[in-house]
């Protein structure tokens, strides 16, 4: 029995409507699906916003074993170029092409008497502590002396002599060497802000004159301004970058 046209229409839109339906269930399903996804987004954004990751931990500052200023001699043998005004030739090198310094810290005889000033302005004896020999990367020694002061504290000639030189290191930064008046001794200062004004190398200077400003220039840390001083004994070609370190706290004490 054949369907009657009205019979046909009803079958007709009852297939499209379960047609549209499962169309809009299906529509249905993907945007709930975009709309939870998009809300994880927006959460993940807000709960950064409101717990930030943990910040970089702060720059480490000064403390004992951590690199500081080379040796002066080591400083100098680093950064000095070969064939540069006033020098005859670069220090001398171990097979490994290592800076060859004494063997062993020399004594400070000749010293103990010369009543040394203070090298930073404001510092007593009892505020210094001794660091010798303490390590300062791979087999290297402190060789000298950390001060710590404000930035900008006066840096004072610890005695007459001569600035024999002024230097500028990667590792020590802004330094000074200053001969003794005998020139069997050599004073050096490194990390310094600047220099004071008008100091030149050749100056005569004076136990107490101001010739710098503690800062933390080199490799010394930025939030801990410090004199690193330190003390050798010239070789007798009286060469600035050489000799033999003397422990300074020894002398300053």
């Known amino acids: 029995m054949s369907e009657t046209p009205r019979a046909r229409r009803l079958h007709d839109l009852r297939t499209f409507g379960a047609g549209a339906g499962c169309g809009l269930l299906a529509g249905m399903f993907v945007l709930a699906t975009i709309v939870w996804q ?22 480490a500052r000064w403390q004992d074993g951590m690199d500081d ?14 064939g540069t005004t006033g020098m005859s030739s670069a220090p001398a090198t171990s097979a490994e092409g290592a800076a060859v310094i004494g063997p062993t810290p020399s004594s400070p005889a000749g010293l103990e008497d010369r009543d040394l ?10 505020q210094l502590t001794p660091q010798f020999d303490q390590p300062r990367g791979g087999a290297r020694k402190h060789e000298a002396i950390d001060i710590l002061a404000p930035r900008g504290t006066p840096v004072k000639a610890v005695e007459d002599g001569r600035i024999a030189r002024l230097f500028h290191s990667k590792a020590g930064g802004i330094t000074i060497y200053q001969f003794d008046p005998s020139e069997r001794f050599c004073y050096y200062y490194a990390h310094l802000e600047r220099y004071a004004p008008g100091l030149n190398e050749g100056d005569r200077v004076r136990r107490g004159q101001v010739i710098g400003y503690v800062g933390t220039s080199g490799n010394a840390p930025k939030d801990t301004p410090h004199l690193h001083f330190a003390i050798f004994r010239l070789t007798a070609d009286k060469r600035w970058w050489e000799g033999t370190p003397i422990d300074p706290f020894d002398v300053l004490r």
């Open 38 to 59: 998009f809300g994880n987004v927006i959460g993940s954004r807000s709960a950064s916003a409101l717990h930030p990751a943990d910040p970089p931990k702060a720059t």
């Open 69 to 82: 200023a080379d040796s002066p001699v080591l400083d100098a043998a680093v950064d000095v170029p070969k």
């Open 117 to 126: 000033g203070m090298p930073v302005e404001g510092i007593v004896p009892d």
